[in-house]
């Protein structure tokens, strides 16, 4: 028998009419916002949302960091930095942010590297204000700079904020002998976390570890992923570590796994997500024997690959791509797959979004054949994709460059999904109320009138990764425990008598 619960939500979607896959016209020209930074080029490499659906970009331009914000249309907002731009020149030679994330107050923390006027790299972190300044408050006027032993340059590539709002990132650095992985914590001012220091991850000691990605499960534990090389073997990489910067020895072998999809030994991992019962999506470039292609692999909690997933854990698809290609993973809240990265190989490369079933098979409503591909623009010499984003209004972006007719610029394109992340109205039955919004430790759902939940509640993030929602069903209504959680925007799904429905609230 069913279990009626005396609260409910109905989702209308609101983009019904248009296909997935389709790039939303109302975004930008025709589904595609192009910044236009003044100088040679531009560049973006990374794409969080804010709360209010506003878009920021991190990216490089001649001798400075970027930092670009859309507003939820694609238009530039003239009350960030100077007309939507913010350039940072840290050091004598250029600067650059592959990373970002947003604080519930509005700050935006980025992460990079600084360049000497000897090109010498150092890893960097920074904190801006909401309106594109430095913030004082965080290590030296706004940016904290890492510092290791040796002569070689360090980058930070990936970067998440802890619920405690530490800040945790991978990165890489020369030894003069050969790249090294690290993952950093770093305190909420800037200093370094005592408890946890710089942690050397040493996937193969007798080649290269290249860190590119990293995600945080629901208990603390820390995912990275890159690719590494060597003769010990090479290939897609994911560490796992617990959350005190220790290997977690129930993860592959002392937590670490080596993944040779391709079966040519230098496959490269780009981008890693952690579904909400601990499975680890990983994709990246792999190299085969029929050229490169786009893998995507699934590991249980274990680090063995998933046996439910694609062919034996993974799945290949030929995008047109080389090895310099970088797709990258996003998760909806329905539990599909969004990978996107551009067909680099084609003589006018566009921008691809690839959209998965949770089987890791082709969704074949989305696109043609699973495959949704830009078009928004004639004339077109070269479009480039970088990372993914899954954005609360239910729309997929995908921040990169393009070729215009004068330079190299920050592009960031944004395609329909069919999925609507709002609460859709009016609602058949009753009313809805979230309380309080924003939350705390905890925010109730309630509604006036009576619908079936049947199954799971679903638990995303603004980037859609998905989180195990720790969930109390009452007769007051649908409580959910907030307090691990990270600040920053959540949806709630789950499946109704009438359909899907969705409910989003912000942790403060």
């Not at 659906?53 to 003239?78: C, E, H, K, Q």
């Not at 972190?125 to 290590?139: K, P, Y």
Request: glycine share 16%.
């Amino acid at each position: 028998m069913k279990a009626a619960l005396p609260f409910a939500f109905l989702l209308t979607p609101l983009a019904a009419f248009a296909q997935p896959g389709t790039l939303d016209p109302a975004f930008g020209s025709n589904g595609r916002a192009v910044a236009m930074v003044t100088g040679n080029y531009s560049s973006g490499e990374a794409i969080t949302e804010q709360t209010d659906g506003r878009i920021i970009v991190g990216g490089a331009t001649p001798g400075s960091a970027l930092l670009v914000r859309f507003l939820s249309d694609g238009t530039l907002d003239a009350g960030f930095g100077n007309n939507g731009f913010v350039l940072t020149d840290v050091d004598a030679g250029n600067d650059f942010v592959g990373s970002v994330a947003m604080r519930s107050d509005g700050r935006i923390v980025a992460g990079g590297v600084r360049f000497s006027s000897s090109a010498v790299g150092q890893a960097i972190v920074m904190r801006h204000l909401s309106n594109g300044a430095l913030d004082n408050s965080f290590g030296t006027g706004g940016i904290r700079t890492i510092t290791f032993t040796g002569p070689g340059s360090s980058f930070i590539k990936g970067l998440v904020l802890q619920p405690d709002g530490r800040i945790v990132a991978c990165g890489e650095r020369y030894t003069g002998s050969a790249w090294r992985s690290f993952v950093l914590r770093l305190g909420t001012d800037g200093t370094t976390d005592s408890g946890f220091g710089i942690v050397e991850l040493d996937v193969n000691a007798t080649g290269d570890d290249n860190a590119t990605d990293i995600a945080l499960l629901d208990d603390g534990r820390i995912v990275v992923c890159g690719s590494t090389t060597g003769q010990a073997g090479g290939g897609m990489f994911v560490v796992r570590l617990n959350g005190n910067g220790t290997f977690d020895s129930s993860f592959g072998t002392d937590g670490r796994k080596v993944l040779d999809i391709g079966g040519g030994g230098s496959d490269k991992g780009n981008s890693v997500r952690v579904q909400p019962d601990g499975r680890i999506l990983v994709c990246g470039v792999i190299d085969g024997d029929s050229g490169y292609r786009v893998g995507v692999a699934r590991l249980m909690t274990d680090g063995t690959l998933d046996p439910s997933f694609a062919t034996s854990g993974a799945a290949q698809f030929d995008l047109g791509v080389d090895g310099q290609a970088t797709p990258s993973l996003a998760l909806q809240p329905d539990g599909r797959i969004l990978l996107s990265v551009a067909d680099n190989t084609a003589s006018a490369p566009r921008v691809k979004v690839v959209r998965l079933s949770g089987d890791g098979t082709p969704d074949p409503t989305f696109g043609t054949n699973g495959i949704g591909t830009s078009d928004a623009t004639s004339g077109n010499n070269e479009e480039a994709a970088v990372r993914t984003l899954f954005l609360a209004d239910g729309g997929i972006a995908v921040v990169g460059t393009v070729d215009t007719p004068n330079n190299i610029q920050v592009a960031v394109w944004k395609f329909r999904s069919g999925w609507s992340m709002g609460i859709a109205g009016p609602l058949s039955k009753g009313s809805i109320s979230a309380a309080p919004n924003p939350a705390l430790d905890f925010v109730v759902l309630t509604s006036t009138a009576p619908l079936d939940i049947r199954g799971k509640v679903m638990l995303h993030d603004a980037a859609g990764t998905a989180l195990e929602a720790d969930v109390i069903r009452s007769a007051q209504g649908l409580r959910v425990d907030t307090r691990r959680l990270a600040p920053g925007a959540y949806t709630l799904s789950f499946t109704t008598a009438e359909g899907v429905a969705t409910a989003r609230f912000i942790k403060q």
